[in-house]
């Protein structure tokens, strides 16, 4: 192990990331003492599955299950459990990591405890991005909030929900399969700065046969009115409704490493292998990492997993760890359409089909490299194919 001995690892924070960081480190050798420490009661579990399966019924469909890519939790079980962790760490749950102090290696707990270390992987996330303080406004980042958010469309409530990206579209289409009337607020078309214009498209067409209505918009508050809250669009057109959902964003959390000025901007810049300096590692939804675009946080689970992965390895063996070479790997579901996308989207124009073809119906699709620098990107639409065929298909032509 490179940078002297290593006999005491600590994980901060308890998501897929951190919980893929802890598997790889015992499986590159670690056999020290490791503490995971997540802010949540919760043991890690799929977060995916809370816009989908979990907001309806709770049960997964078992697609994609074992594919390392979080599509279900496999048959019979609920969609947003994983299996027990194996990496035999110590976890602390329910406490939050409130300071780090790299000169002294220490990070620093919200319940006085102070965990000293050799290696630290910084693995905290991020939150939603709110419009208001106000209580009225709901949002679904973790577990507690699909939950509630479930229990409160068992009652048929009007909705209006806040932002057209994939999360937002994902909550309209679980609130209009549980019989809510729904209003989604958008900038512009859904979907169109994630996917582009033409499966953006489909998906919006779909979206409207199942009854739900658009709002495009340049930018919408929540504001109170009396004793509700009501959506104030810049046009000044009110929507009001008994339930308001927003999903416009995330926010690292990254505040508890103000004195250590490792996120300046919000995010934490890494390497190639994902370690901000030889003993410290940052993965997931708080990580810069360099793409063929410059550097981005790519809030996905498959990014979280891959970089997880080469970090864990790399604050083991440093540089004799091969870089990370990631491959963006998207997919949601939504008003009866299934989507998996590899590469990096969104793309103009229309595909090419190796299978099937316009109009929604079941197709496998992609596009070319546009400017040498992206690669190619493919698309299965409803349509059942394993993920390394998927990833083949992007693969430059010999």
């Given at each position: 192990?490179?940078?002297?001995?290593?006999?005491?690892?600590?994980?901060?924070?308890?998501?897929?990331?951190?919980?893929?960081?802890?598997?790889t480190l015992r499986e590159a050798g670690f056999d020290g003492e490791l503490t995971v420490v997540g802010d949540e009661p919760h043991p890690a579990y799929s977060r995916p599955a809370l816009s989908k399966a979990l907001l309806l019924d709770g049960e997964g469909d078992g697609d994609g299950a074992g594919d390392g890519d979080g599509?279900?939790?496999?048959?019979?079980t609920a969609a947003h459990e994983l299996p027990p962790a194996g990496h035999g760490a110590t976890e602390l749950l329910g406490v939050r990591a409130t300071g780090l102090s790299l000169d002294r290696r220490l990070v620093t707990l919200d319940d006085g405890t102070a965990l000293p270390y050799d290696r630290l992987v910084l693995a905290t996330g991020s939150r939603a991005r709110r419009l208001s303080g106000l209580p009225e406004e709901l949002t679904l980042r973790g577990l507690d909030d699909a939950l509630s958010l479930r229990s409160r469309l068992a009652g048929r409530p009007s909705v209006v929900v806040i932002g057209g990206g994939p999360l937002g579209m994902e909550i309209a289409s679980g609130c209009l399969a549980a019989g809510?009337?729904?209003?989604?607020?958008?900038?512009?078309?859904?979907?169109?700065?994630?996917?582009?214009?033409?499966?953006?498209?489909?998906?919006?067409?779909?979206?409207?046969?199942?009854?739900?209505?658009?709002?495009?918009?340049?930018?919408?508050?929540?504001?109170?009115?009396?004793?509700?809250?009501?959506?104030?669009l810049d046009e000044g057109a009110v929507l009001e409704a008994e339930m308001l959902v927003s999903a416009v964003g995330d926010i690292p959390n990254t505040e508890w490493l103000a004195e250590t000025g490792l996120a300046p901007k919000g995010a934490v810049t890494v390497d190639s292998r994902g370690l901000v300096r030889p003993d410290v590692a940052a993965v997931?939804?708080?990580?810069?990492?360099?793409?063929?675009?410059?550097?981005?946080?790519?809030?996905?689970?498959?990014?979280?997993?891959?970089?997880?992965?080469?970090?864990?390895?790399?604050?083991?063996?440093g540089d004799d760890t091969p870089p990370l070479r990631f491959q963006p790997y998207f997919w949601t579901e939504q008003f009866g359409l299934s989507l998996k996308a590899v590469g990096y989207l969104p793309r103009d124009g229309e595909p090419a089909y190796a299978d099937g073809g316009p109009g929604g119906g079941p197709a496998l699709m992609s596009w070319p490299d546009e400017d040498g620098a992206g690669g190619r990107a493919a698309a299965a639409l409803n349509y059942r194919i394993p993920i390394p065929r998927l990833r083949r298909m992007t693969a430059p032509a010999s």
């Open positions: 192990m490179s940078g002297g001995t290593v006999d005491r690892v600590v994980v901060v924070g308890n998501g897929i990331a951190g919980l893929t960081a802890a598997d599509e279900g939790a496999g048959s019979g809510c009337r729904v209003t989604l607020v958008s900038q512009g078309m859904p979907l169109t700065a994630q996917l582009g214009p033409y499966l953006a498209g489909v998906f919006v067409k779909a979206a409207l046969d199942q009854g739900l209505t658009i709002v495009e918009t340049g930018s919408a508050r929540i504001e109170r009115r009396g004793e509700s809250a009501r959506v104030v997931g939804d708080l990580a810069a990492f360099p793409t063929p675009h410059g550097l981005r946080r790519v809030p996905f689970w498959s990014s979280a997993i891959e970089q997880a992965k080469t970090a864990a390895r790399a604050l083991l063996h």
